[in-house]
């Protein structure tokens, strides 16, 4: 018998859908959305299928794999492709059954209403299908269309709310996720607000400031969490010059046990949504690596001046030797000379060594007016005799130099002379070399042309990393460890320089670096 809906009524239940979908606890709400519109059509039964490909989402929305209505059999049925689900998932649309046993769709009706009639109606969330909602009644043709109209709307106003709860769902895992890699972060991480307000922390973070056993408030300005120590000083500075950079550095924390060396990290986090901002400070214990590097040097120096008496008593003898040796044995004088050269030669590996651990321990402390002329002129008169043995031309175009740079004299002659050095020694014999120098804007240049050997594209990446050689036809012979222009490159990096190279195989190379001028 068919029946109507009194359209007063029907706003009346949507306005209380409505009402109950303003909840959050989709769980609950869902089911008492159904059991509210089974009840105002007058279905005795109603079955929502999940579809199973959501079923992730199900999950999460209703956190648990049954409804918890009486009225709602069967909470969680994949494969919807048989039956009237199966038609309404096909369709993508809602229908009415009048009388079941004059329908081919009616595998969803059991024995008891196989006579009987139904509406089902898709829950299409975001243009995804995600479950079908089946009314049923015992009779034929209990639903009318008013029935059909207002489960069609409240679906429609449920998948909404299920639409709003996946996106709380997904956000509520991303900010679970987010929170348990961060605790998961054995070093302290701290998230800031623009002002130094504290937005986030880690576990490390509340045990890094002793602040573990106190429950930590959001909101909190770090200078009033921490008073002595000199990592958050510099963060507080930062945070006061409104730099808006990324910085780095290394800073000592002292603990009542022991010191430990950390490296923080300090860059700006944007959130252009919200227009906010602020800090995402990393602390990274150190320690450990620095103590092995000290080592590594503390081994390095030992052993190079330890190495370097006895080679030097090898030397002495050899020399005492070959003045003695009468000039009939010419063989034996060979051997003396092999003898040199291979000394000569690990003392010169000595000394490369000893020099990587001298630039690389030594945290850069001269800074003093060095003046430009006389610091080149030592350059081409330490580098002059070896281009003169290889019959080089070695010339020099200097112009708009300034009267000084400030730098380490020592350092900063050494890069230079291993520039030219390096052109002498990777140029053939009659070869042509050009030692430039000028000012420019606000830096100071120096630039080494040579006409020699060149380098291969494949070795320029690695070129300026310790103890790398680019093994190309020509350097068979020539002698080298391969730290000169690593050591180059720190040192210009440390006057805050930079340096860079241009070659091609059998046309030359160009190095060249320049230094800011102050
Ligand atoms: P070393 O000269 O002791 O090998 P360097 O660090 O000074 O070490 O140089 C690294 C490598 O770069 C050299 O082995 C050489 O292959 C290449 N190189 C450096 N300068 C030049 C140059 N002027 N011409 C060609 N190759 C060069």
Request: net charge negative; charged share 25%; with cysteine.
């Amino acid at each position: 018998m068919l029946r109507h809906l009194d359209p007063s009524r029907e706003l009346e239940v949507l306005a209380e859908i409505a009402q109950l979908l303003t909840q959050f606890d989709m769980q609950r709400v869902l089911g008492r959305v159904i059991r509210k519109v089974a009840g105002a059509v007058g279905a005795t039964h109603a079955h929502l299928a999940l579809h199973s490909n959501y079923e992730m989402d199900w999950r999460n929305i209703f956190q648990t794999d049954r409804l918890d209505v009486d009225t709602v059999y069967s909470a969680s049925v994949g494969g919807l492709n048989t039956g009237l689900a199966g038609w309404v998932v096909r369709e993508r649309r809602g229908t009415i059954v009048y009388n079941a046993a004059r329908d081919e769709r009616r595998e969803v009706f059991g024995e008891e209403l196989s006579k009987g009639s139904a509406i089902a109606m898709p829950l299409i969330c975001n243009q995804d299908l995600m479950a079908v909602l089946t009314l049923l009644h015992p009779e034929a043709r209990h639903f009318a269309e008013s029935h059909f109209r207002l489960v069609q709307i409240a679906m429609n106003q449920a998948s909404v709310a299920v639409h709003n709860a996946r996106l709380e769902n997904h956000v509520r895992s991303g900010k679970h996720q987010f929170e348990a890699v961060l605790h998961a972060v054995d070093n302290p991480m701290l998230v800031l607000d623009t002002r130094g307000k504290i937005l986030m922390m880690n576990d490390a973070a509340t045990r890094y400031l002793q602040i573990a056993d106190a429950p930590f408030v959001p909101g909190i300005h770090l200078a009033d969490l921490v008073r002595d120590d000199s990592a958050f000083e510099r963060i507080l500075q930062i945070i006061d010059s409104a730099s808006g950079t990324t910085s780095r550095w290394l800073f000592k924390a002292h603990s009542e046990l022991r010191e430990r060396d950390f490296e923080v990290l300090m860059s700006v986090w944007e959130n252009p949504l919200q227009g906010q901002s602020g800090f995402v400070v990393m602390m990274h214990d150190v320690t450990t690596l620095l103590e092995l590097d000290r080592f590594k040097n503390d081994m390095l120096r030992m052993a190079s001046h330890d190495l370097r008496s006895p080679l030097a008593l090898i030397s002495g003898y050899t020399d005492v030797l070959d003045m003695d040796l009468p000039d009939e044995y010419p063989t034996l004088r060979g051997y003396l000379d092999a003898i040199r050269r291979t000394t000569q030669r690990m003392d010169g590996l000595l000394i490369d060594l000893l020099r990587v651990e001298r630039i690389q321990s030594s945290p850069l402390e001269l800074h003093q007016p060095v003046p430009v002329t006389a610091l080149l002129e030592t350059v081409i008169d330490n580098t002059q005799a070896a281009a003169f043995q290889k019959q080089q031309l070695l010339d020099t175009d200097f112009h708009s130099l300034p009267d000084e740079i400030v730098a380490d004299p020592v350092m900063i002659r050494e890069a230079m002379e291993n520039f030219v050095s390096n052109a002498i020694k990777y140029t053939p014999e009659g070869g042509h070399i050009v030692v430039r120098a000028y000012a420019r804007d606000t830096a100071f240049y120096f630039i080494v042309e040579d006409n020699g050997i060149g380098i291969g594209p494949e070795h320029m990446p690695r070129l300026f990393t310790s103890f790398y050689r680019a093994k190309q036809a020509g350097t068979e012979h020539i002698q080298g460890t391969g730290v000169g222009l690593s050591l180059v490159k720190t040192v210009i990096e440390r006057h805050q320089g930079k340096v860079w190279v241009e070659s091609e195989v059998g046309v030359g190379s160009q190095f060249g670096f320049w230094l800011p001028l102050s």
